[in-house]
């Protein structure tokens, strides 16, 4: 007999791992890679094409010099310079004017805020020298009956005057009483 006994199975060093053969890297790798690249180079264009369309979509007609042509770039002169309109100078304007012989409410006027005064003329209709007159000025909706008020302009003789107006920008009409008198009453704004 041998002292040598066969090997047993599952007996021993343990077998050397087979060796897997390296793989190359060819086909698949490469695609996947350039796959990559284009799914970028994709993206680029997109920016591209987006950025292109905003600045076409400006309403600036200013051209971009390249920089070969950066240093001659001269815009023209404009043909004529641009003409500034000078404002008219201020004038007084009627705003409404209204005449009668006895207690008389005119249509609504709108003033606009600026300097207003009102103008009138009281003449005596009955020889005697005894006449009696009141201007109002009212806004528009409110009444002498419904709030009540005080005149602008009351008058007890013969005459013409003026007075200027505290009212602000609205729409307003006037409420004139008169006896014994032929009136003429004008608002002017001035404007």
Known sequence: MSDQTPPQPGW?????????PQKKRSGAFKA??????GVLAA???????????????????TPTPNASESESVTTAPATQPPTTAKPKPKR???????SGSSDKRTDV???HGGKTKLTYTF?????VGAIV??????KEGDSLAKSGGIPEVTVSEPGSDSTFLAQGAGRYYLDISAANAHWTVKIQEYR
């Open 133 to 138: 007159g009141a201007v109002f000025v009212l």
């Open 92 to 98: 007084w304007v009627t705003v409404i004017s209204s």
């Open 12 to 20: 021993g060093p343990p077998p050397a791992p087979e060796k897997q």
């Open 43 to 61: 993206v680029v264009v997109v920016i591209i094409v987006v950025a292109v369309i905003a600045s076409s979509g400006s309403k600036t007609n």
């Open 109 to 111: 006027f709108t003033l």
């Open 32 to 37: 996947g890679f350039l796959g990559c690249f």
């Open 123 to 127: 003449t005596d209709t009955s020889g």
